[in-house]
T-cell receptor, first 112, second 111 residues
Framework: DGGITQSPKYLFRKEGQNVTLSCEQN?????MYWYRQDPGQGLRLIYY???????QKGDIAEGYSVSREKKESFPLTVTSAQKNPTAFYLC???????????FGPGTRLTVT | LAKTTQPISMDSYEGQEVNITCSHN???????ITWYQQFPSQGPRFIIQ???TKVTNEVASLFIPADRKSSTLSLPRVSLSDTAVYYC????????????FGKGTRLHILP
């Protein structure tokens, strides 16, 4: 069964703590993406990676960090520097250029 | 990157055909037009993609006029389960082309 998995589905953290969200894909896709979605809003791009060991900032990268050590994995760390981390986080991947994006089920992060 | 403009929301009734139009006046020669559907608390799902004229699949049709400055997603005979947010995206999908999601169109199907 090919697809993208994100874990956990719900995550709760105290303010000031770093937290890492997992994203794994077995689709053999080169490109992976992280988006943030706030209630009633569209998706905003945080980081993306077109190839292993390389990634670029999206529109709202401040307070986030990523790594791409393996083709299958693209974890996102929400640092304490992110002022409003509570949101729905979505991971996606694409294969060939111009092809559709496949999305994971998302992680809903709540920071109090 | 070409910016897209869609209606914020639309209402329709079960069994009707729904047409959602997206404007992309600055579309580039190499850009494709792609539509996604998103249900609450889920990731978006690909619906259809096209470059020009008309594309049809088992879910929807996509109409693109000759000037490509707009496109229309057509959903035939909608049901309650088609209530979702629909996003129109424009881009090449190439390595250096970020995929930008706007706020989408919130479609509400009424019984």
């Amino acid at each position: 069964d090919g697809g993208i998995t994100q874990s956990p589905k719900y995550l709760f953290r105290k303010e000031g703590q770093n937290v890492t969200l997992s994203c794994e894909q077995n689709l053999n896709h080169d490109a992976m993406y992280w988006y943030r979605q706030d209630p009633g809003q569209g998706l905003r791009l945080i980081y993306y990676s077109q190839i292993v060991n390389d990634f670029q900032k999206g529109d709202i990268a401040e307070g986030y960090s990523v790594s791409r050590e393996k083709k299958e994995s693209f974890p996102l760390t929400v640092t304490s520097a992110q002022k409003n981390p509570t949101a729905f986080y979505l991971c996606a991947s694409t294969g060939l250029a111009g092809s559709e994006q496949y999305f994971g089920p998302g992680t809903r992060l709540t920071v109090t | 990157l070409a910016k897209t403009t869609q209606p914020i929301s639309m209402d329709s009734y079960e069994g009707q055909e729904v047409n959602i139009t997206c404007s992309h006046n600055n579309i580039a020669t190499n850009d494709y037009i792609t539509w996604y559907q998103q249900f609450p608390s889920q990731g978006p799902r690909f619906i259809i993609q096209g470059y020009k004229t008309k594309v049809t699949n088992e879910v929807a049709s996509l109409f693109i006029p000759a000037d490509r400055k707009s496109s229309t997603l057509s959903l035939p005979r909608v049901s309650l389960s088609d209530t979702a947010v629909y996003y129109c995206l424009v881009g090449t999908g190439n390595r250096d082309d970020k995929i930008i999601f706007g706020k989408g169109t919130r479609l509400h199907i009424l019984p």
